[in-house]
């Protein structure tokens, strides 16, 4: 019993930041049907960008090692967004967006071979650039805990940084739902993806929306690795062992849906979390995978999804 | 207000439209029909900018529109309500009115617009908060039309509103259009396959067959014409 209350308060803690991940491919992936296979290796050059700002860029110097991680992290979301900005200027747009008209299967083909050469790129880049040696987020944070309880005569311990990812996540996630569902740029967000060309009757520059929600999506998932790497050590190709959880986690949701992206990566670090109470650590990714299975054969559209056609 | 001249577009080698030269006054009701496949719904998209035209001009209140890039098209004043109704499905009707209202001048006056577009098409009052895609094609049409008033336009550009409704419907929405020109003085440029209705309540009206205007003229001259009589009034 108290093995699984343990189990699911750490399914909980790493489920928040399993969906802010996939919450960032979920604009991307889900809003605005772009195929973005270096999603995960956005995820690590921001996990090394945290890293670099922690130590390097001498935020540790000045706000210490327990705030001075959350910090980093949360600085480099907007330079990951610069990045996908430019990312998507430069190369994404000539096979997204408006052009998709001219091209076969929406521009996805060309989309799924641009992006894992850009993974490429970025994997063995990073490798040149940072080295093959694991590197981690320090922070004393993590090898504490806060004791909760005691429940009856059961205690369960939260890992401080965990706690802290756990709390970041969601309060990134509350505001991006709110920007998505209230405000004027994430309704024009929605209706460029609902329908490009009626969009730009309405006088919406479809191309500039979907290079927001391509910049919002790559700095939310670079945060969400920076918050992992407060916890798990990473290297230049980390990014194969997320990409494919995050498109597990925004299937599983429902495509389209921001709430349901992260509840799909919720349910992946539950699954994950929680099997480890009856199967080998090893076959915690195939429990992820079968859980997977079982729910798209009863919920195809997944949680959320809406059986609405797209005209 | 809209001064087009010569144009001619098409898709990739097949040219659809030949020289096509159309003028809207403003406060005018212009309606352009023809048959399927005449080069109507291409007219309206050379318009908007989502097709580029091979020859020819487009002027908007003297403005080169073929200089201004397709999403600044609306900021100058035109609306599109395009074929096929081409509703947001996964926005509400509220949603879908304010992505209407993106202009400036639709955001000035937006408490006034909502106002008249609610008391025009009281049905969009009533399903505010339903998703557009599960409203039916006739309130997707108004919603369509109501998301077009939304900018606060000059021009209103109406492509084939009764396209796919019931007949009953499709009176209907005419109905209301008539009661909201007559209302706002708007002027709209319509295309249309019920050919009766459309001249009926237009001021002028052109004719256009295999991309090319055959025949011009104010909506008495061309209901007395022998050819439209035969050919679409069924006379």
């Known amino acids: 019993m108290e093995g699984f209350l343990q189990a699911l308060a750490a399914g909980l803690l790493i489920g928040a930041v399993y969906g802010l991940m996939c919450v960032g491919l979920g604009l991307i992936f889900g809003v605005m049907r772009v195929i973005n296979f270096a999603h995960g290796d956005f995820m690590m050059l921001g996990m090394y960008v945290a890293f670099y700002l922690f130590t390097t860029a001498g935020i540790q110097a000045v706000f210490g090692n327990a705030v001075g991680p959350f910090i980093a992290i949360l600085l480099a979301g907007p330079v990951l967004a610069v990045f996908g900005y430019f990312v998507h200027l430069a190369l994404i747009s000539h096979v997204s967006g408006t052009r998709t008209a001219s091209l076969e299967g929406e521009g996805h083909y060309a989309q799924l071979i641009l992006t894992l050469g850009i993974a490429l790129i970025l994997q063995n880049g990073g490798l040149i650039i940072f080295g093959s040696v694991l590197a981690s987020i320090r922070t004393p944070l993590s090898s504490s805990a806060w004791e909760l309880g005691p429940f009856f005569d059961m205690s369960i311990f939260i890992n401080k940084a965990r706690g802290i990812d756990a709390v970041v996540s969601l309060l990134i996630m509350t505001l991006l739902s709110l920007l998505i569902t209230r405000s004027r740029i994430g309704k024009s967000l929605r209706a460029a993806a609902d329908n490009p060309t009626a969009a730009t009757y309405m006088g919406i520059d479809v191309d500039r929306a979907h290079r927001t929600a391509f910049a919002l999506g790559s700095g939310i998932t670079a945060i969400a690795g920076g918050l992992l790497a407060t916890n798990y050590p990473f290297h230049p190709f980390v990014g194969l062992e997320y990409v494919i959880v995050m498109y597990a986690g925004v299937v599983l949701g429902g495509m389209g849906s921001i709430i349901g992206a992260f509840w799909g990566g919720m349910t992946i670090g539950l699954v994950q979390q929680m099997s480890t109470l009856i199967l080998p650590t090893q076959l915690q990714n195939a429990a992820i995978f079968v859980v997977f299975l079982l729910i798209i054969f009863f919920r195809p559209q997944g949680f959320f999804g809406r059986m609405v056609e797209r005209t | ?235």
């Open chain 2, 1 to 235: 207000m809209l001064r087009i001249e010569g144009l001619s577009a098409g898709y990739s080698a097949k040219a659809v439209l030949n020289g096509v030269s159309i003028n809207v006054d403003a406060g005018q009701f212009v309606a352009i029909v023809g048959p399927n496949g005449a080069g109507k719904t291409t007219l309206f998209k050379t318009i908007s900018g989502i097709l580029k035209p091979s020859g020819g001009g487009i002027f908007f209140n003297g403005v080169d529109l073929l200089a201004v890039p397709p999403a600044q098209r609306a900021h100058l004043g035109i609306a599109h309500v395009p074929e096929g109704r081409q509703v947001f499905p996964s926005l509400t009707v509220m949603e879908n009115l304010e992505m209407g209202a993106m202009t400036e001048s639709g955001r000035r006056d937006w408490a006034a617009n909502i106002e008249r577009i609610f008391e025009w098409l009281p049905v969009l009052a009533e399903r505010r908060g339903q998703f557009a895609g599960t409203l039916s094609g006739g309130q997707q049409q108004m919603l369509a039309i109501g998301r077009g008033l939304a900018s606060s336009p000059k021009l209103l550009m109406l492509d084939e509103p009764s396209m796919g409704l019931a007949p009953s419907t499709a009176d209907f929405v005419f109905e209301r259009l008539i009661e909201i020109r007559r209302q706002s003085g708007l002027t709209m440029l319509l295309v249309e396959q019920r050919v009766a209705e459309a001249l009926e309540s237009a001021d002028h009206g052109y004719v256009l067959e295999a991309g090319r205007v055959v025949l011009e003229g104010n909506n008495e001259t061309l209901r007395a014409d022998d050819r439209v009589r035969k050919a679409y009034l069924g006379m």
